[in-house]
């Protein structure tokens, strides 16, 4: 089963139970938090505006005991691709809606990227925004990609999604 898969089984559960599907998610999970979903909408950068971005993320537990997937994809307004990669969560770390999740990258296909990044870790964060669209932010948008970042650290949301949401527990 993919990544999209996964996800998309997970949220549909979650949905469909309402609040106790939170809390059999997190029963499921090892212990703790559970960020879960898919969002994105088109960037609005300056020399990225109007390419489409998404973020998944299956992410269950605590700092020191976190498991889970992540996937990113970007295009570019012509539909060319600009970024897809994915791995596996290594700490999920949350206070109210908002949660930090960082990964190790497994597979990269970055065709403008000169450097291999896998087994680089990456940081997100998730602002889970009951009554409208959700936010996100990422590491490298204030770095390199080529970095690692520290686990459980991500910077603050700053994209708004217009496509898509997470949840946050």
Partial sequence: MNIKSKIAAVAVLAVVAGTSGA???TAASPSGSVVVGSAGG?????G???EPV???FAAFGE???SSGRFHVNHLSVAGKLVADFDGRVDCVARAGELAMVTGVIERADIPGLPVNVV??????SVRDEP???DWIGWSWAYGSIEQDV?????PVPFFRTSEGGYTVR
């Fill in 23 to 25: 809390t059999q998610a």
């Fill in 131 to 133: 009554r409208g669209h």
């Fill in 119 to 124: 087994g680089r870790r990456v940081g997100f």
């Fill in 54 to 56: 998404r973020f998944d």
């Fill in 63 to 65: 700092p020191g005991k």
């Fill in 150 to 154: 520290l686990p459980c650290t991500g």
């Fill in 48 to 50: 990225y505006e109007g």
């Fill in 42 to 46: 088109p960037l609005t950068f300056p």
